[in-house]
């Protein structure tokens, strides 16, 4: 006799899990109902439409499973799944998730769910509802689990004041770590990639570079989460004409998205102090800086998010703004032909100390 369980699946630990997500879930919105086909979005009385996005890990579950960091597993995707909508207009009200894997271990792979409420908790939006599959004889090690989310956000009226315009100042929220982009890349660098002993040695070797810290304590650290503190600065009086999400393809692969053909981004790489894990990347592996492929095309290198600031409607004081992690980076300027959209001038400032 053949059972679903002799074919690796076991039901009853699936609904030990199951049981978990309930209870974290519930412990972190008491008002939730978890365990329906679908889960409730809320929807404000003001909107007409709500704006939807998806989005998953990447090879980052490669390097998290085989390290057991699962609560980066779960809070790094998450942010960079939710500020995709974001920064197009409609803070995140709802995520849900799909967690799949070879092997399911409930009191391990609960940390994922655990990193996902953090993320939402962060974002100020809910975890309404997910799916755990498993999928036995599809990934080549029994460790590896992936995630992939859904995100759905309600528009904020008035959340950018107008389209980017000649003079507008350029802004970025500073990153100390990559988040979910480029870790193939990173991988195949500092061989730490198959889950040896030696490479999991690599991973969390302590290195001077990193001011004493090792790979993993900067590739796991939880990615910062800028959605309320840029609410707070419009509370405070500045416009916004622009939000980007630097993901993969870095900043000349993102920041044209909200550019109009008539302008470009002019982006001082000496206007903030790059993190230390980016020029370890970049020595370590020989990347040339610039190129499809580079360091400017494969991660922000510091501003994980750009905002650019509507000149003109309300001049920031001096020092006018509330967070510390956003800085001046540029300026938009008018466009000449074909050229490209994005222009880096100087060189990175590379600072140990961030």
């Known amino acids: 006799m053949t059972t679903y369980q002799a074919a690796g699946v076991d039901t009853d630990l699936e609904a030990v899990f199951a049981q978990m997500c309930k209870d974290r879930i519930a412990k972190a919105w008491p008002e939730a109902a978890i ?41 790094k995707p998450t942010v960079a799944s939710a500020m995709d909508v974001f920064v197009a207009g409609a803070p995140p009200v709802t995520i849900e998730d799909i967690l799949d894997m070879e092997v399911l271990r409930p009191d391990e792979h609960i940390g994922v769910i655990d990193g996902v409420i953090t993320a939402c908790k962060a974002l100020g939006c809910h975890l309404i509802g997910g ?10 090690d029994d460790r590896f689990v992936n995630i992939n989310l859904a995100v759905i956000g309600a528009p904020v009226p008035k959340f950018l ?16 770590n990559p988040g979910v982009n480029g870790l193939s890349l990173i991988r195949k660098i500092f061989k730490i990639d198959g889950g040896s002993q030696r490479a999991m040695q690599r991973l969390n070797r302590k290195r001077k570079e990193l ?16 959605a309320q503190d840029i609410l707070a600065e419009m509370e405070h009086g ?12 870095g900043i000349p692969g993102n920041l044209p998205r909200v550019l109009s053909d008539g ?22 592996g020989d990347v040339p800086i610039e190129g499809k492929g580079g360091m400017q095309w494969t991660f922000h290198n510091g501003p994980q998010i750009i905002s650019i600031l509507a000149r003109g409607l309300a001049e920031p004081y001096e020092n006018g703004f509330h967070s510390r992690h956003i800085t001046c980076i540029g300026t938009i300027e008018k466009r000449h032909g074909d050229e490209p959209q994005v222009k880096f001038i100087n060189d990175y400032r590379d600072s140990p100390d961030i």
Request: aromatic residues 12%; negative net charge; contains cysteine.
């Open 35 to 75: 365990g329906d086909y679908a889960g409730n979005i809320p929807v404000p009385d003001e909107c007409r439409n709500m704006k939807g996005s998806v989005d998953g890990s990447g090879t980052f579950f490669h390097l998290a499973s085989r390290a057991g960091a699962w609560h980066a597993l779960g809070q």
């Open 131 to 140: 799916e755990t599959a498993v999928l036995p004889g599809t990934y080549v």
């Open 238 to 249: 500045h416009y916004f004409a622009a939000h980007c999400n630097v993901t993969g393809h």
């Open 263 to 284: 302008v470009k981004a002019v982006i001082d790489q000496h206007s903030w102090p790059r993190p230390p894990i980016f020029k370890l990347i970049q020595d370590a």
């Open 211 to 226: 001011g004493g810290k090792s790979l993993a304590d900067i590739l796991f650290e939880d990615t910062p989460v800028f």
């Open 161 to 176: 004041a107008r389209p980017p315009q000649v003079g507008d100042a350029i802004y970025g929220w500073i990153s100390t």
